[in-house]
């Protein structure tokens, strides 16, 4: 019986990056996790728009949670930014009963629904770790990644009341995913550091600065590649390498990849986009 859920895509991954919606739909067809879509979602403010008006973010993800709630479903991101601004939407609404009203007021008035605070953001890797079990993903394996992995977690999943399950100060979820995906998880300091994203829109040199020391570290502790839980960190670390690593003076060049796909690779997807990885990842590292 597949297991249903809401999918909220973020701002990122149907334009910027849509190499993670390509993977992510086989990946759960895989696994038996049906996906369904949220038509009228809208942008969760990608902590943007919550620094000139926080309670407009907050009505955003409510009617998003909302929406979801409507169809008695939790929702999947395979973006840890959107995750934690959703959970910091159910934190705020639950601490502040007041505040919550007020926002949903809003909500009610102009769509004409509001979030009762049943249903639940849930991150692509912790719903793989906790509800599909590693042992289900491990059988799920065809092509072991067989690779040296660094996981960068970033700092959003990584706040109060958003690890679900994983430890806040050193999680590991991600890297007992590398393993029971056939990879070899690399230690490394800066794996909960920021990237400086979506800052690189204002403060451009400081963020490749920040880019740099984290792709840097991941380098220089071994790694093959890096395996991204956040969708706007991922154009952080890919897109954006070469010119942290002009500005910083730091070796950067590395592979990239999202969880999406890396678990999409491993269970037989995409085999070519797989083969090009380890041939990239063998030339880099040499």
């Not at 800052?199 to 600065?209: D, E, Y």
């Not at 840097?216 to 071994?222: L, N, Q, R, V």
């Given at each position: 019986m597949a297991v249903k859920i809401a999918y909220y895509a973020g701002n990122t991954a149907r334009a910027a990056s849509s190499e993670v919606e390509d993977c992510i739909q086989p990946l759960c067809k895989t696994l038996g996790i049906q996906l369904i879509e949220l038509p009228k979602a809208s942008s969760d403010g990608g902590n943007i728009i919550k620094q000139s008006s926080p309670k407009l973010q907050h009505a955003l993800v409510a009617r998003n949670l909302a929406l979801a709630e409507s169809k008695n479903l939790d929702v999947l991101t395979t973006c840890a930014t959107s995750y934690g601004i959703m959970c910091d939407t159910v934190d705020e609404f639950?601490?502040?009963?007041g505040f919550a009203n007020s926002v949903n007021n809003l909500v009610a008035r102009t769509t004409g629904i509001e979030y009762k605070g049943e249903s639940k953001p849930r991150h692509l890797l912790h719903f793989l770790v906790e509800e599909i079990g590693l042992e289900t993903i491990r059988d799920a394996v065809i092509n072991p990644i067989r690779m040296d992995v660094a996981a960068y977690y970033g700092p959003n999943m990584q706040r109060d009341g958003a690890t679900s399950g994983d430890d806040a100060f050193m999680p590991t979820y991600l890297e007992q995913l590398i393993v029971a995906l056939g990879g070899t998880p690399v230690d490394y300091?800066?794996?909960?550091?920021?990237?400086?994203?979506?800052?690189?829109?204002?403060?451009?040199?400081?963020?490749?600065?920040?880019?740099?020391?984290?792709?840097?570290?991941?380098?220089?502790?071994?790694?093959?590649?890096?395996?991204?839980?956040?969708?706007?960190?991922?154009?952080?670390?890919?897109s954006y390498q070469s010119k942290a690593g002009k500005i910083s003076g730091k070796n950067t060049s590395m592979p990239i990849v999202h969880l999406a796909e890396l678990v999409a690779f491993a269970f037989g997807h995409f085999p070519d986009r797989l083969a090009q990885l380890r041939v990239r990842s063998l030339v880099i590292g040499g």
């Open positions: 639950s601490r502040d009963h300091d800066s794996k909960c550091q920021s990237v400086g994203a979506p800052a690189l829109l204002t403060i451009n040199k400081p963020v490749m600065k920040m880019t740099a020391a984290v792709l840097a570290d991941a380098k220089s502790s071994g790694a093959d590649l890096m395996v991204s839980a956040c969708t706007i960190s991922h154009a952080n670390l890919d």
